[in-house]
């Protein structure tokens, strides 16, 4: 009998930590033949990752200062056993998993007319133009014709080119010409039990993360910007619709933290939960210690049908800044920056708590919120600066210019404060607070 316990508790020991292997991504080095199972041998592309047979507590480490295009489609894990994916090594930026085509090669752009440039693609809708990670970009048009100004872009999805309006070459006036493809660059939908930390997501125009129905995901300490723009459909007027979140849990969603993150330049909203069909239940999500600045909506939420439930959404701690001073925001045809976009929201809303957040400077309002779902919300503990624009549009028809109106009309944010904050480098995207700042009493945003 205690041989027998004795072989049953050692197979069970082999079964865990057969069960628990890291894995290693080097993407200079590495080589997708070798086993994966240290640096020396790591793996080096995102296609191996994605081939990988990972099992429920299994990790995946990308070497910091490498650079992975594609598409990551992460593996689930089992309750209390997550896959992970994460850093390793020294120095270096983040490990950055990016959604464009590289167009820097002046040989790989042709002229075709008068200051119009063309470049082969794939047939995957272009929805972003990033030049030199930033500093410019284009303005997506739908037409070839429409192409008057410089850096209009036309993405022509049946030729698999993309025509660009420019007095040069664009990567002889441009180091980098990079082309967001219209795909999630983290495509987590159905994933369960999984863990990000400490990624860089950039350059896709569709979602950073995204994908539905998912449970127990975890998104820590990652870098989301420069995401959305693409093509989702084309109304019945023929009028295109673009969209892109930085974060998005669509539909069924449930036990998912979101903290430590920072995200920037994204067409639609940094974070957001929202669904739209009957088992569109969004339930324990916490989004906290983020920092989010020139994102159109900081934060966006509504859920329907009615009857679906909406429990335990908690926005807390967390720093947003200038809501609509993004690069998408002259290009939509609905600019309305908001830190807090709340659409129509029929579901059964409750503990649905927004505290201790920073709200700092907004293109158009801080909250917005189109029907009246107060029975399930929690506002306190804010603090709010609006550079003049209102605190709040209320129902659509109402624009609340004061925090006191604001107050008084919905009853929320009773603790919360109206002052400009004093941040320790908004030259540098330091969003922490200076001692002595308001909101340093109520301890506020992100520590």
């Known amino acids: 009998m205690r041989t027998v316990s004795f072989i049953t508790c050692y197979l069970l020991l082999v079964t865990s930590l057969a069960a628990q292997q890291t894995y290693y991504v080097d993407s200079e080095n590495g080589d997708d033949e070798e086993t994966g199972l240290s640096a020396v041998v790591a793996w080096q592309s995102l296609e191996r990752v994605n081939r990988a047979d990972l099992q429920p507590g299994d990790t995946v480490r990308f070497k910091r200062g490498g650079l992975w295009r594609g598409q990551l489609l992460p593996k689930s894990g089992a309750p209390g056993k997550p896959v992970t994916y994460m850093s390793y090594g020294d120095g270096g930026g983040k490990p950055i998993l990016q959604g464009s085509l590289a167009r820097s090669t002046a040989h790989e752009w042709s002229w075709v007319a008068e200051d119009i440039w063309v470049t082969l693609v794939t047939d995957v809708d272009i929805g972003i133009l990033i030049l030199d990670h930033g500093k410019a970009y284009g303005v997506k048009k739908w037409r070839v014709e429409d192409l008057k100004d410089p850096l209009d872009f036309y993405h022509n999805a049946e030729g698999k080119v993309v025509c660009v309006r420019s007095d040069k070459n664009p990567a002889v006036t441009y180091a ?14 159905g994933g369960h039990d999984i863990v990000y930390d400490g990624l860089a997501v950039r350059y896709g125009a569709a979602h950073g993360f995204g994908g539905g129905d998912t449970k127990r995901l975890v998104i820590r300490n990652c870098d989301v910007y420069w995401i959305g723009g693409g093509l989702q459909h084309v109304r019945p007027d023929g009028t295109p619709v673009r969209y892109g979140n930085g974060i998005e849990f669509w539909d069924g969603a449930e036990d998912h933290l979101v903290e430590g993150n920072r995200l920037w330049e994204i067409y639609d909203a940094a974070l957001t939960n929202q669904g739209n069909n009957e088992n569109s239940h969004q339930v324990n999500i916490t989004y906290r210690n983020n920092v989010i600045w020139n994102c159109e909506y900081s934060f966006e939420f509504w859920n329907r049908p009615a009857g679906v439930k909406s429990h335990n959404i908690i926005f807390e701690n967390n720093t947003c800044v200038n809501a609509g001073q993004v690069w998408s925001h002259a290009q939509r045809p609905d600019p309305n920056g908001t830190h807090l976009s709340f659409y129509q929201n029929p579901s059964d809303t409750q503990g649905f708590v927004i505290r201790n957040n920073i709200f700092c400077g907004t293109t158009d309002v801080c909250l917005r919120m189109e029907n009246d779902w107060r029975g399930g919300l929690k506002m306190e503990n804010n603090l709010y600066y609006t550079n003049g624009k209102p605190i709040t549009r209320w129902l659509i028809k109402d624009f609340l210019p004061t925090l006191e109106e604001h107050q008084r ?12 904050p004093e941040f320790m480098d908004p030259d540098r995207h330091d969003y922490r607070l200076k001692p002595g700042s308001a909101g340093t009493s109520q301890k506020v945003g992100r520590p």
């Open 176 to 189: 980098s010409v990079e082309l967001a493809l219209t795909r999630h660059i983290v495509n987590q939908g």
């Open 409 to 420: 009309m919905t009853g929320l944010d009773a603790t919360s404060l109206f002052a400009k």
